[in-house]
């Protein structure tokens, strides 16, 4: 009897939501996961156990300057080839199992492995290619051609812990806890378009990119064949893969700030720009008509950490929650004010982000 393939993104659909939440030194002073974890499990009712993950910022300062590939493998045979082909386009420092604790709720997990690594020089120097764009073409072939491997995280200094599971069982089964970080992000996933599997769980990442995501966006297909005119390979067929395409676009090939990328995704509406003073309105409808597939409609928010800091953003019209507070050097965001709360009692600064205006938090200094 034929085996059924394993459902993937875009092979089912059931609306809901998430839980998104992050917290940042900006002093760059590391802390351990326990509080990240805190703050997702306690919106444990936004999530139905088919996705949850962290990423985090600093966790390998020895090496640094590597690119740390976290990989999940379903079998022997797609390691086996992975490794082939990460010995012929790179130099290994280290290669490991990432520890992993058994725990209850989470089943059948994939072999996962870490990988400290630089771009090969002849090969790097032959593609013509700087090396975060190298590192980028070799991670969409290994998704794309070696069946049962997925990288889930290509960054420097940071890594993605993910998986099919509620969060705070991710967060065990990663033994988080045990990680130091200056940024976490976490997030508890209700899938929309996927049946749940460990590679689509959220953060998604690319290079230093990392992105949760509560929301469903409804430009995703202009978004889509959008960055795929700029050789982005949308794999998984879900919006945050999308925007996290969007922001490497933006920001790391046309030089772009952050924040102008953000506004780009959710550029001020034409009746607003109507009213602008002419050299403004000239600007903002500059960025409207070049940057007219990059826009980003329907409900969302989003926490992007990137090796520069985090960046929140809520869509225009504020259709998904999204707090922010702070407390000294540290900033925390949340879907939900308790999830904050549950950490940092006595917080500061309390409010709900504005849609379509981006909140900016920069690292000041790695300690």
């Not at 949308?234 to 990328?261: N, P, W």
């Amino acid at each position: 009897m034929r085996q059924k393939a394993a459902l993937r993104e875009g092979d089912v659909r059931i609306p809901s939501g998430c839980a998104i939440a992050g917290i940042m030194d900006r002093s760059g002073a590391r802390h351990d996961g326990s509080d990240i974890l805190k703050s997702i499990a306690l919106m444990h009712d936004r999530s139905n156990g088919l996705g949850g993950g962290f990423a985090a910022y600093g966790i390998y300062p020895e090496f640094a300057e590597l690119y740390a590939f976290h990989i999940m493998y379903e079998g022997k045979d797609a390691r086996d080839r992975t490794e082939a082909y990460l010995d012929e386009h790179f130099a290994s420092e280290k290669q490991e199992r990432i520890p992993v604790e058994p725990t209850r709720g989470i089943q059948d997990p994939p072999d996962i492995w870490r990988y400290f690594l630089a771009p090969h020089p002849v090969r790097l120097a032959m593609s013509g290619l700087d090396e975060a764009e190298y590192t980028m073409q070799h991670v969409f072939r290994i998704n794309a051609d070696i069946p049962g491997a997925f990288v889930a995280s290509s960054g420097k200094n940071m890594g993605a812990f993910k998986g099919v599971g509620y969060p705070e069982d991710i967060g065990a089964f990663y033994r988080i806890e045990d990680y130091r970080a200056w940024l976490w992000t976490a997030h508890g996933r209700f899938p929309t378009n996927t049946p749940g599997w460990w590679g689509g769980a959220h953060p998604f990442t690319l290079l230093n990119w990392s992105i949760v995501h509560n929301g469903e966006i409804s430009s995703y297909d202009a978004n889509r064949r959008y960055v795929e005119q700029f050789g982005y390979e949308c794999a998984l067929k879900t919006d945050t893969e999308v925007i996290t395409y969007l922001f490497d676009l933006l920001a790391r090939r046309h030089g772009l700030s952050q924040r102008m990328a953000a506004h780009i995704m959710c550029a001020s509406a034409w009746d607003e720009i109507d009213k602008m003073d002419p050299d403004e309105a000239a600007f903002e409808t500059a960025l409207r008509c070049v940057y007219a597939s990059a826009l980003v409609n329907g409900p969302m928010s989003v926490i992007l950490g990137s090796d520069e800091g985090l960046l929140a953003l809520n869509d225009r019209l504020k259709l998904r929650a999204l707090m922010a507070g702070e407390k000294g050097s540290m900033v925390y965001l949340a879907s939900e004010q308790a999830a904050i709360e549950v950490v940092c009692p006595d917080v500061e600064n309390v409010r709900s982000l504005e849609g379509g205006e981006p909140f900016v938090v920069r690292l000041e200094k790695e300690a």
